[in-house]
């Protein structure tokens, strides 16, 4: 079965900074017309960074929960930048490590229902020292847990980030002895 939504035509309602929202005409499968709201973002980079057992959290108010939040070091790709270099950058903006090398764990599809938002999650490896750089009117603390403390916080519902649950279950399932 085809499965394949057809867009008809892009409705922009909004053009902002870091989204832009449409209301799409578009037509099902079975050829009935429908809207579709589309929430556009150019995505996103995260990184894991245990070191010595210990995994680099920030500790961030996010507006819209209305709460400080654990994530791992994140942030927002700017437009036709490769994943990559974004994950390298905000891990040092952010926490003041710098990775030498990164792998690349998952692309995550965050809400697939309504944005087309895509977070490319790495492992950072061969770490070293730098100097942290936050963005203007950016304020977090950087936190450095055990994993199994943070995993403890997942279980418990403490940590509640999505790209941070999957990274950190991932990284436990790539090493049970944590």
């Known amino acids: 079965m085809d499965l394949e939504e057809k867009t008809v035509q892009k409705n922009y309602i909004y053009r902002g900074k870091i989204v832009n929202l449409r209301c799409d005409d ?5 050829g009935r017309p429908c809207k579709r709201e589309v929430i556009e973002h150019s ?3 995260a ?10 959290l920030v500790r961030q108010f ?3 929960y209305g709460e400080a939040i654990y994530e791992i070091p994140a942030g927002k790709l700017n ?15 952010e ?14 599809y965050p809400t697939p229902g309504y944005t ?6 790495y492992e950072a490896e061969d770490v070293q020292a730098g100097a942290q750089r936050l963005d203007e009117g950016e304020f977090l603390n950087v936190e450095y ?3 199994r403390e943070a995993l403890s916080m997942v279980e418990n519902g403490t940590i509640r980030d999505a790209k941070t649950i999957v990274a950190l279950l991932d990284y436990a399932r790539k090493n049970p002895a944590v």
Do not use: S, W
């Open 79 to 93: 437009a036709g930048e490769d994943p990559m270099l974004a994950a390298k950058r905000e891990l040092e903006e």
């Open 47 to 56: 990184v894991l960074c245990v070191l010595d057992g210990k995994v680099a």
């Open 145 to 147: 847990m055990p994993v």
């Open 26 to 30: 578009a037509v099902l499968p079975d």
């Open 95 to 108: 926490t003041g490590l710098q990775a030498r090398r990164l792998v690349h764990l998952f692309t995550l």
């Open 116 to 121: 087309n938002e895509k977070i490319y999650i």
């Open 62 to 64: 996010r507006y819209a």
């Open 43 to 45: 995505g996103g980079a």
